[in-house]
C-alpha cells in the first residue's frame, strides 16, 4: 500500500505561473514519500493472518473425534502469534494422557520459559465442574496445553482426558513467541 500521490501530483505553485511544482523542490519530497512507501511495504511483510483449524488432542495421543465446530485465527507480527479459536466435539475418540488444544499454525518457542499466555474465557460440557480454565503453548511444539482449576476450590492443573467429554467445547485465546 503506497501512499496516494494524487493531490502532490496536481500542485501547482502559488505565483500563479500554473507551473507545477515550482515553489516546492519535488525531488527531495519525491524522496521522503519513496522512503515512507519503503517503510509500508516492509511492515506489511511482518504482519500477516491466516485461520486454521483447531482439534482436541491429547498429551498420551488421540483419534477418532468428531467435530460440530472448529475455527480458528491467527495474526502473526515479526516473532509474536496471538491465536483464537473454538472447538466443539460431538463424539470423543480415543485419548490418553492431558487436554491440549492442536494444530496450531506456527510452533512455540524452544525455551522452556515459552512466553505465551492466553486464557478460555468459556467452556461448557466438561465431565468434571470448571471454575476457570487457561491455555499455555507447550515450548517447541505445536500445540496448546489445557490447564483448569476444578470447582469449588482446586489448584490450576492440566485438565486430564478423562474430563473431556462428547459436547465438551472450549473457546480460548493465546499470544506466544514463535522461533
Same mark, same amino acid.
Given at each position: 500500500? #503506497? &501512499?496516494?500521490?494524487?493531490? /502532490?501530483?496536481? &500542485?501547482? !505553485?502559488? !505565483? $500563479? %505561473?500554473g507551473v507545477v511544482g515550482s515553489v516546492w523542490d519535488k525531488a527531495d519530497v519525491d524522496s &521522503?514519500?519513496? #522512503?515512507v512507501d519503503s517503510e509500508i511495504a516492509r511492515l506489511d511483510t511482518k504482519q500477516t493472518t491466516g485461520a486454521w483449524t483447531p482439534t482436541f488432542s491429547a498429551s498420551g495421543g488421540s483419534s477418532g473425534n468428531v467435530y460440530g465446530a472448529s475455527q480458528g485465527y491467527w495474526v502473526r507480527m515479526g516473532d509474536w502469534v496471538s491465536v483464537t $479459536? /473454538?472447538? @466443539? &466435539?460431538? @463424539?470423543? +475418540?480415543?485419548? %490418553?494422557g492431558n487436554l491440549q488444544i492442536g494444530g496450531l499454525p506456527f510452533r512455540g518457542q524452544t525455551l522452556t520459559n515459552s512466553h505465551s499466555a492466553g486464557g478460555a474465557p468459556w467452556f461448557y460440557g466438561f465431565a468434571a465442574a470448571y471454575s476457570s480454565m487457561a491455555v499455555r503453548v507447550d515450548p517447541g511444539q505445536l500445540v496448546i496445553d489445557v490447564y483448569g482449576?476444578?470447582?469449588p476450590a +482446586?489448584?490450576? #492443573?492440566n485438565v486430564p482426558v478423562a474430563d473431556v467429554a462428547a459436547g465438551s467445547q472450549i473457546m480460548f485465546s493465546v499470544t506466544y513467541k514463535t522461533n
Open positions: 500500500m #503506497a &501512499l496516494d500521490r494524487t493531490w /502532490y501530483n496536481t &500542485l501547482v !505553485d502559488d !505565483d $500563479g %505561473s &521522503l514519500m519513496d #522512503a $479459536g /473454538y472447538v @466443539a &466435539l460431538t @463424539a470423543k +475418540g480415543t485419548m %490418553s482449576i476444578k470447582t +482446586g489448584s490450576m #492443573a
